[in-house]
């Protein structure tokens, strides 16, 4: 049974993709996909995803511009982004990512355990701040 929950994993690199969606498919997460920076604002568009987990390191357009693109966009600016990365925990690189937008940071190679952890924060974040709008549009 599915949760409801729609994620939408944003990565060059298809062996990572794979393997996200197979953790969190196990959590009966709806998981879908884009393999590149436009490609994935799209589909956030298009798709309206609970939570997006975004990699920092991709051709074209990067994950922070990505990020900064879903934050300044009215359909997207309330779904949560956890960037993916493998620079480690370089603080001008959180930093950075932090001024763009996102929620949190998962690194590369990642545990499962914290993956799924920081996948439910985020979810919670999201839940609890639609419940604030519609509290406060009343």
């Known amino acids: 049974m599915k949760t409801g929950k729609k994620i939408l994993v944003i990565d060059d690199e298809p062996l990572v993709v794979e393997v ?3 953790m ?3 959590k009966n ?3 879908i996909t884009a393999s590149n920076g436009i490609e994935g604002i799209e589909r ?3 798709e309206k995803p609970d939570l997006v ?3 920092i390191l991709m051709p074209g357009m990067d994950g922070y511009q990505v990020c900064r693109k879903l934050k300044e966009d009215r359909k997207t600016m309330t779904i949560p ?3 993916l990365t493998a620079l480690g925990g370089q603080s001008a690189e959180k930093e950075k990512g932090y001024s763009s937008g996102a929620y949190g940071y998962i690194f590369k190679p990642f545990d499962e355990e914290k993956l799924l952890k ?3 924060r985020a979810l919670k974040y999201k839940g609890a ?3 604030k709008k519609k509290t406060n549009a009343k």
């Open 29 to 31: 997460y709806e998981i």
């Open 118 to 120: 920081s996948v439910e």
């Open 44 to 46: 956030s568009v298009r």
């Open 81 to 83: 982004v956890i960037m």
């Open 20 to 22: 996200l969606k197979i």
């Open 24 to 26: 969190l498919e196990i």
């Open 129 to 131: 701040n639609s419940s």
């Open 53 to 55: 987990i975004l990699d």
